[in-house]
Every structure is written in C-alpha cells, then in structure tokens.
C-alpha cells in the first residue's frame, strides 16, 4: 500500500523563507489536493518531494515514501524513486517530455507487457489525443496536447504515489474532465495521489482531503466537503 507523508518542510532562498513547517500525508486510494495562492510555493512542495528542488533553494525537513523516511535535501536519494515509487506530473509537461521519443514510445516506456505499443495507444486516445499525433514528438504538440500526452502517462505508471502539478492547465472543460476521471480511476487502483492545483472544480470532483498553504504554511486542512 502506497503512502507518502511531508514532515516539517521548510523551503528558502537566501533572501526568504518561501514555505515552513508543512506537513502533509496521503494513503493509497486518496487524493489530497493542496490549494493556494499564486506564488505561495505550493509548486516548490511537489519539487521537494522529487528531488528537484532548483539550485540556490535550500531545504529541510523528511519526506516519507511507504514507511522509508528520507532527508528532505537529499536529492539524490529521492530521484532514485522515480517511476518506481514516485511520477510526477509537471505544470510544464513540454519539458519533462523526453524530445527525441514519440507520445505513444514515451507512454509505452511505462508498460511492462508484451503489448505496450498497443496501450499506449489506447491511453493516449483514452485522453482524446487523436492517433495522428501519437507518433509525433513534443516539439510538434501543443501545450495542451503535452498536457494529456503526460496524463496518459500518469495513467500506465507503476508508480504508487503521483504528484500533479496543475494537471488541468491550458484543458477545455471537456479535456479536464478527462483527466480527471484518468485520476479516478488512479484513485480506484490505490495509487495515493498529491494534486497541486488552483482549479476548484477539480478539486470538488476528485479531492478527499484539502490543505490550504497561505502565509508559508499550511493554514488549514481537513477532509473534502463534497
């Protein structure tokens, strides 16, 4: 059973502290989504999590991952996690997108079955990526069609534990709801799901638990009201 807990975190630059004391858990079969303003460093938390922390960034704190407790500023020790345990789902998908490989070879990366090609195929089009554009790589797709290119992924992975950043970005009202059914269905397969998002609505159709990060911190938290 997959679950992933933030004790104590704290981010800064050398000029500011960004975000402190955030602690944060979600079990498998959960999504917890994690509200907040513009610019409050609620993207930084996602990062943390991964390792990716920027350079220049210092952080503190322990990052749980099924039991396994990890110093929060050892970088290396949480990459190694990846696509394993942890997949990420990044605000900009165009560059998280390996350049040189298809949609359909980057979805197909994540299968282990002797027919990848063929479900990637069809988590592709399950996200309403039209075939012609399966075989094109991410410098000949759109913002939006990266966008559903990664949650096609987010679909397929392994990984028991997935981190969305803004998963819905630059989607019609017909594509969010796509994706959001693909983390439903996430949810109902017990993966333990972190959503960074600002789209209330997503939030109301899929959210468990919330927290609120405000002035540094997480000012409130607790369980979904719908």
Do not use: C
């Amino acid at each position: 059973m997959s679950t992933l807990a933030v004790e104590q975190l704290a981010i800064a630059t050398p000029d500011r502290i960004i975000v402190e004391n955030v602690s944060l858990s979600v079990a498998a079969g959960e999504i917890l989504a994690v509200l907040g303003e513009t610019g409050s460093g609620k993207s930084l938390i996602g990062s943390a999590i991964m390792g990716l922390i920027p350079k220049g960034v210092s952080v503190s704190g322990r990052i749980v991952v099924n039991g396994r407790s990890y110093d929060a500023a050892d970088s290396h020790a949480l990459r190694t996690l990846w696509a394993k345990d942890l997949f990420l789902l990044p605000q900009e998908p165009l560059n998280a997108l390996a350049p040189l490989l298809s949609a359909e070879a980057q979805v197909a990366e994540q299968i282990k079955a002797p027919f990848a090609g063929t479900d990637a195929a069809a988590a592709l089009s399950a996200m309403q990526l039209d075939r012609q554009h399966h075989r094109k790589r991410p410098f000949e797709l759109s913002g939006g069609m990266a966008q559903r290119v990664m949650a096609a992924i987010a679909s397929v992975t392994r990984a028991g534990i997935v981190l969305a950043d803004e998963p819905t970005k630059g989607l019609d009202a017909d594509r969010r709801d796509v994706v959001a059914r693909a983390f439903s269905t996430l949810r109902e397969r017990g993966r333990a799901i972190l959503l960074i998002t600002h789209d209330i609505a997503l939030v109301r159709a899929l959210a468990d638990q919330v927290a609120f990060l405000g002035e540094r911190t997480i000012i409130e938290s607790g369980a979904s009201s719908t």
